[in-house]
């Protein structure tokens, strides 16, 4: 595990201890949606200098989706009779097409439900695994549709857009105008 990110989650929750989260225990979705969202993008902005990439002592998080393709092909035979294997299939072929182009972020590599940790309903900690490595950030996205509905999925993604241009904000003086900032936030992204 990297100390850049032993570091920012201990900065950001201490030492709080939790349970893990299940849906009967978020107290406000959509705060708890925006926190978790908040996190995710500060860990992407975090220093990636000395990071691990994908490996076999990492289970390959933060890999391209492609290099799945042949464990979501066998699943999907295992599970046709429950799931619509077609519709998912032609899903996975859509989402393996589009690679990660910007430069590697750290993901965490298992943001899980048991990893996640809550008191009185609230985020209170991220449990640290060893596989948080530099790769593509949609890999820590997935929890969103294991733990949200549809609607609060929105406020999860939302959630960094809203940060991203508050910092933007704050990088323009009071004097540039508009259309300097667009001109800036075009850059950023």
Known sequence: MSEIVKKFIADRFGEKEGTSVNPGNIGDVREFAQELGSFLYQLHRLSTTDAKSPSFENAFAGSDLIFFEAEMIELLKVYQKVVPADLL?????FAAKTKWSKKPVWVL?????QNLKVTD?????????????IGDPAFDLAIAWTIFDEKHVKYFLRQPKQMRQRLIEQECSPSDRPSEIINHNILMN
């Open 121 to 133: 309903g609230k985020l209170v900690n991220v449990k640290i695994t060893d596989k948080a490595v």
């Open 89 to 93: 299939q032609e899903k996975f072929d």
């Open 109 to 113: 590599g298992e943001l899980l439900t």
